[in-house]
């Protein structure tokens, strides 16, 4: 079984700046990835960005990077020159091998001001 | 592009009524799910399903039913609609783990259902 903790309800950045969301996990598996997504105002779901647990390095996409720690059980996003676009509910997801199955975290909500 | 389409983005129904959320992926994924969204407990999975007509609950399945008779196509069933199921509904999609796609699920934009 899978725990996933977001402990930013709410964050908000100005345009151009950095943001971090946070995340923390459980999990007794040992192959497994791990998954951020957003939900824009419109609902619809898409994947940010996707770690694989065995990879050290960290992931990235374009202004969009993850400081994985596996000891600690951490997967932060960093969002860098902010747009307002990123205004959105952002979830972290680990999840495992057996069925491709997802443990959501209770989302971050980020609010990108002009 | 993947496409995940649910049949209805607003539904309103009755307490007692029996309620079908429809699910359509384009992309020949193995694997569906029926998740439900709500303020502060993020998604919780219902049901999915690994292939046709197999199906497994998932961590709140009570008062849920699902049915998967072809590969694109899953539904889930609410038998008897109860005011303590309003919430959002999202369909997703995904390969087989061990493919390359290695677990990214693709959703469908929700169904915002209201049990009155």
């Known amino acids: 079984a899978q725990t996933v903790t977001q402990s930013q309800p709410e964050m908000s950045v100005q345009e151009a700046e950095t943001v971090t969301l946070s995340c923390t996990y459980d999990?007794?598996?040992?192959?497994?990835?791990l998954f951020w997504y957003k939900q824009p105002p419109s609902r619809q779901m898409i994947l940010v960005i996707r770690?694989?647990?065995?990879?050290?390095q960290n992931a990235t996409e374009n202004r969009f990077s993850v400081n994985f720690q596996k000891a600690a059980k951490s997967f932060s996003l960093k969002i860098s020159d902010s747009q307002l676009g990123d205004t959105a509910m952002y979830f972290c997801?680990?999840?495992?091998?057996?069925?491709?199955?997802?443990?959501f975290g209770q989302g971050t909500i980020l609010t990108v001001h002009p | 592009d993947v496409k995940v389409t649910q049949s209805s983005r607003y539904l309103v129904k009755r307490t007692g009524e029996k309620v079908f959320l429809e699910c359509v992926q384009d992309m020949d994924h193995e694997n569906m799910f029926w998740y439900r969204q709500d303020p502060g407990l993020g998604l919780r999975l219902i049901y999915f399903?690994?292939?046709?007509?197999?199906?497994e609950k998932g961590d709140i399945p009570e008062g849920y039913s699902v049915s998967r008779e072809k590969k694109e196509r899953f539904s889930l069933i609410l038998e008897s609609a109860s005011t303590n199921q309003t919430s959002m509904y999202l369909c997703?999609?995904?390969?087989?783990?061990?493919?390359?796609?290695?677990?990214?699920?693709?959703f469908g934009a929700g169904t915002r259902l209201s049990v009155l």
């Open positions: 399903s690994y292939d046709v007509k197999m199906k």
């Open positions: 997703a999609s995904s390969l087989s783990p061990g493919t390359v796609a290695k677990n990214i699920q693709y």
């Open positions: 770690q694989e647990a065995y990879k050290q």
């Open positions: 997801a680990p999840g495992g091998t057996s069925y491709g199955k997802l443990t």
């Open positions: 999990t007794s598996e040992n192959n497994y990835y």
